[in-house]
C-alpha cells in the first residue's frame, strides 16, 4: 500500500501544474514520455481541450500495456464528456512493479496537465479493471471506476469498504467467463453503499466497443453532477435518459424481459431525481406479473446452478491432474468432454444455454492460460505444455495453441517439436515473423537454418 503513496501526494498538490509541451488535440498519441524513465504512455486530449481550464481525466490500465488500444476505446466518450485520456504502455498483468510505474505516471500527468483532482477516474479490462479498482481503494481520491470484464482484486487490502466514496461502473459479455463474477461485485459493491451500475452485452472477453465505454461513462457523468462535481448538463441528462429508455424498450421488444426490468429500473436509479418516472414504476411492476418474466427469472436461477455444476467438473479434473507427479498421457476425457459440453449447451437451440456452454470454456481457456504463465515463471514447462496442450483441445483450428507449445519446445532446446508446432501454427494461420522475432524463447535457434528457413517464410 504504501508504494503509491506519490499518488496521494499528487492529489494535495505538491507538484505543480506547468504545460511546456504542446499536444495536439483530437489525436491519439502513442508514446509520450514519462519523466526521467525510458517508459511511455499513450495520450488523448478531446478537441476542446483548454489548458488553462481544470480537465477530468481518465487513467487507463490494458492489461497487455497496449497504450494506444486502451485510449482509441475511449475516444467516443472523451469527446462527449471532455476527458483527457491516458494509458500506460509498461502496467500489464502479472508484473510486480505496477505501482512504481503509476506513481510515475501520474507524477507526470499532473506536473504536465491542469487536472481536476475531484474528477480524476480510473478503467481497465481484465486485470486491468482489477488494477482500476485496487488504485482507487488505495488513495481514496479517485472519483469513478470504469472495471471491464472483470471485478474486484482478491487481495483483502485492495477491496473496497464503507469508508470509500468513488462510484462503480462494471461492464461484462454475456459469454464473458467473470460474467457472474460481475454481478456478485454489484452484490458486493451495494452492501458497502459505494454507487454503482453493471451494464451487459452478449460479448466474449473482451474491452467493451467505444458505444458502449460511452454508456457507462455516462453515469459517471450524472454521479458526478449528483455529488456537485460538476455543473449539471440538462440537455445531456436528457439525452443519456433517452438512450437508456431505449435499452429498456429495445430489450422488452426481443421479449427479454428481465433485461427489460433490468435497464427501467436504472432509468429509476439515475433520473428519478430529474424526471416524473410512475409509467416507467408501472411498466416494471406489468412486466414482473407476467409469465413470460417469471419463467425467465427461473430459468436464469437454474442455469446459473447448472453452470456452476458443470464448471466444477472440468476444474475438478484440471486442478487434479495439474497437481499430480505424473501429467497424462492421453486426453480422451478432455476431448470427449468439450464435445459433450458443446453439444449440450454450446449448440443449444436457447440462447441462454448456448451462453452457459461459452462461459465454461471460456472460463477453462482462461485457467489453462494463466496456469500456464505461473508454471513458466516457476520454470516448470512440462506443466505449461500440458495447459497449452488442453487449449489446443479447445481451440484445434486456432495458431495461437500451436504458437504457445512451439514456445514451450523452444524452452526445452527440442528443436524437432518446436518446428512441428511452429509448422502447424503456420497452417492454422499463423503468417507475421513479428511474433516470432519478439519472443525469447526462440533466441538459442536464430542462427538454426530450418528455425530461419520457417522466420523467412513469413510476412
Not at 147 to 155: E, Q, W, Y
Not at 210 to 220: D, N, R, T, Y
Not at 266 to 288: C, E, H, M, P, V
Request: glycine share 6%; net charge neutral.
Amino acid at each position: 500500500m504504501k508504494k503509491i503513496i506519490v499518488v496521494l501526494l499528487l492529489f494535495h498538490g505538491l507538484y505543480g501544474f506547468s504545460q511546456e509541451q504542446v499536444f495536439e488535440k483530437g489525436k491519439v498519441i502513442d508514446n509520450v514520455p514519462v519523466s526521467g524513465t525510458d517508459e511511455s504512455y499513450a495520450l488523448y486530449l478531446p478537441k476542446n481541450y483548454d489548458p488553462n481550464t481544470l480537465s477530468s481525466a481518465i487513467f487507463i490500465f490494458d492489461p497487455s500495456a497496449q497504450g494506444k488500444q486502451g485510449v482509441s476505446l475511449f475516444v467516443e466518450a472523451a469527446e462527449r464528456y471532455n476527458h483527457i485520456l491516458i494509458c500506460s504502455n509498461q502496467t500489464r498483468n502479472h508484473i510486480k512493479n505496477n505501482f512504481d510505474i503509476i506513481n510515475r505516471l501520474f507524477n507526470t500527468v499532473f506536473s504536465t496537465f491542469n487536472i481536476d483532482e475531484n474528477q480524476v477516474y480510473t478503467a481497465g479490462f481484465s486485470g486491468g479493471s482489477r488494477l482500476a479498482s485496487t488504485v482507487a481503494v488505495l488513495t481514496n481520491k479517485i472519483e469513478g471506476v470504469i472495471a471491464c470484464g472483470a471485478g474486484l482484486s482478491p487481495t483483502p487490502d485492495h477491496t473496497p469498504n464503507p469508508s470509500h466514496s468513488f462510484s462503480y461502473v462494471g461492464l461484462v459479455g454475456a459469454l464473458d467467463m467473470n460474467y457472474h463474477e460481475m454481478y456478485n461485485t454489484q452484490v458486493f459493491l451495494q452492501k458497502m453503499n459505494l454507487e454503482n451500475e453493471l451494464f451487459t452485452n452478449d460479448d466474449p472477453h473482451k474491452w467493451p466497443e467505444p458505444s458502449q465505454l460511452a454508456k457507462a461513462i455516462g453515469f459517471l457523468e450524472l454521479q458526478a453532477y449528483k455529488k456537485n462535481r460538476k455543473p449539471k448538463n440538462d440537455a445531456l441528462i436528457q439525452l443519456l435518459y433517452e438512450e437508456w429508455y431505449l435499452d429498456g424498450k429495445r430489450a422488452e421488444g426481443n421479449s427479454d424481459f428481465p433485461k427489460a426490468v433490468e435497464e427501467y429500473e436504472r432509468l429509476k436509479r439515475n433520473f428519478g431525481r430529474y424526471y416524473n418516472l410512475d409509467s416507467i414504476t408501472q411498466r416494471i411492476a406489468r412486466l414482473k406479473k407476467s409469465k413470460e418474466y417469471k419463467r425467465q427469472e427461473k430459468l436464469r436461477g437454474t442455469i446459473e446452478g447448472e453452470e456452476e455444476r458443470v464448471k466444477m467438473v472440468f476444474f475438478d479434473r484440471f486442478q487434479r491432474e495439474i497437481s499430480a507427479k505424473t501429467l497424462p498421457k492421453k486426453w480422451k476425457w478432455w476431448e470427449k468432454e468439450v464435445q459433450k459440453l458443446r453439444e449440450d449447451y454450446s449448440e443449444a437451440s436457447d440462447a441462454a444455454l448456448k451462453q452457459l456452454g461459452a462461459r465454461v470454456e471460456n472460463m477453462l481457456f482462461a485457467a489453462a492460460i494463466e496456469t500456464a504463465n505461473n508454471k513458466l515463471i516457476e520454470k516448470d514447462v512440462e506443466k505449461a505444455i500440458y495447459c497449452h496442450r488442453l487449449l489446443e483441445i479447445f481451440s484445434p483450428e486456432a495458431p495461437y495453441p500451436q504458437f504457445l507449445l512451439a514456445k514451450d519446445y523452444a524452452l526445452l532446446n527440442d528443436k524437432t517439436k518446436m518446428l512441428e508446432h511452429l509448422y502447424s501454427a503456420k497452417e492454422k494461420g499463423l503468417s507475421e515473423r513479428k511474433y516470432i522475432d519478439g519472443e525469447d524463447a526462440f533466441q538459442r535457434f536464430r542462427n538454426d537454418r530450418e528455425f530461419t528457413e520457417f522466420v523467412n517464410g513469413l510476412k
